[in-house]
């Protein structure tokens, strides 16, 4: 049974750094390519960053490019976003996600909060 955990969720202030991390389990994890995804109160779930299954390759929204970098370590079998230069509006739950055989994303994690103060 595949199961996604994230953590490293918390409060920070404006202009602050936050490193969320999404352990995988009960599967072969560098096979897939990983997403990051957040939602915000009151809006729908959106696209952060993926990361292609060797690492090789990253891409980003472009609300968060330059500030947000998604890595991860197979032999570890986690995904991470690091996040500087936070801001209010990051404030979300953070999703990571992986993306199957399919080319769909079949599995989440349960979610971080993420609290960005001003």
């Known amino acids: 049974q595949v ?34 995804f957040r939602q915000a109160p009151g809006k729908e779930r959106e696209f952060v960053a993926i990361i292609t299954w060797n690492g090789a390759n990253a891409y980003y929204a472009d609300s968060v490019k330059g500030r947000f970098t998604i890595s991860r370590d197979n032999a570890k079998n986690t995904v991470y976003l690091q996040m500087n230069s936070l801001k209010p509006e990051d404030t979300a739950v953070y999703y990571c996600a992986r993306r199957g055989p399919s080319q769909e994303y079949d599995y989440w994690g349960q979610g971080t909060q993420v609290t960005v103060s001003s």
Request: with cysteine; aromatic share 8%.
């Open 3 to 36: 199961q996604l955990v994230e953590s490293g969720g918390g409060l920070v202030q404006a202009g602050g750094s936050l490193r969320l991390s999404c352990a995988a389990s009960g599967e072969t994890f560098s096979r897939y390519a990983r997403a990051w």
